[in-house]
């Protein structure tokens, strides 16, 4: 099992342009979730998945979107980068509810906005 | 708004010594609370979950008390290695959906 994976582990980009970051899991799970982190601010949830075909808005979804067309991946895009959104992006699974069960973290993926 | 405050940013001890962390929240009674581990450069690592009706939980030399009248759980590794340093994150389940609230983490140094 690799768990869940991360692409890519490293992204530069520039203000406004766009980007799609990919979470894949092996595990079966039904929820997956995407947090940020930043120093000092710990980690946040952009947005989450309770299932194939549904997404909803987490803590701070402004400026991101997300698609879960199959139950092993989660994507989330950028659509007009912002530095503001300079950070080191966390993708998780779980197999039943979150606060019940144990979250899975991939490795993350630390972007840089220009 | 729903609140979380790991009360140390970091903590230093020596090796042998029991190392205690602080976890204290405001505004919500979450049914659950969760540890996480956190290395360098990576994902956060699940470590324990404890229910609202647990006073404790043991894993090996890992203890977590939950306190709903003082709102608070202690994290306390006994018998502390190196290799027990690492960053530890604080998760009262909470937000919508009952989404993990997580703390800004303890910054735990052992030191041999």
């Known amino acids: 099992n690799a768990g869940v994976t991360q692409t890519p582990k490293f992204r530069v980009l520039k203000t406004g342009q766009s980007m799609t970051l990919l979470c894949a899991q092996d595990?079966?799970?039904?929820?997956m979730y995407w947090y940020r982190q930043d120093p000092g601010m710990g980690l946040r949830l952009i947005h989450y998945s309770v299932g194939e075909g549904t997404t909803a808005k987490g803590e701070v979804p402004d400026g991101y979107n997300v698609s879960r067309l199959k139950k092993q991946n989660f994507l989330l895009g950028l659509e007009s980068a912002a530095p503001s959104q300079t950070s080191v992006y966390f993708c998780?699974?779980?197999?039943?509810?979150?606060?019940?069960?144990?979250?899975?973290f991939g490795p993350g993926t630390r972007l840089t906005v220009l | 708004s729903q609140k979380i405050e790991q009360n140390s940013e970091a903590l230093n001890i020596q090796e042998g010594k029991t190392a205690t962390l602080t976890c204290n929240y405001t505004?919500?009674?979450?049914?659950?609370l969760q540890w996480y581990r956190q290395d360098p450069g990576r994902g956060p690592v699940f470590l324990l979950l404890i229910r609202e009706n647990e006073k404790e939980k043991r894993k090996e030399r890992l203890k977590v008390t939950f306190d709903t009248t003082l709102k608070q759980s202690l994290f306390h590794i006994t018998a502390s290695q190196p290799a027990d340093s690492a960053t530890y994150l604080c998760?009262?389940?909470?937000?919508?959906?009952?989404?993990?609230?997580f703390g800004k983490g303890t910054k735990l140094s052992v030191k041999p």
């Open positions: 998760a009262p389940a909470g937000g919508s959906q009952g989404n993990l609230i």
């Open positions: 595990m079966n799970h039904e929820y």
């Open positions: 505004n919500y009674s979450p049914a659950y």
């Open positions: 998780a699974s779980s197999y039943s509810s979150p606060g019940t069960d144990t979250q899975y």
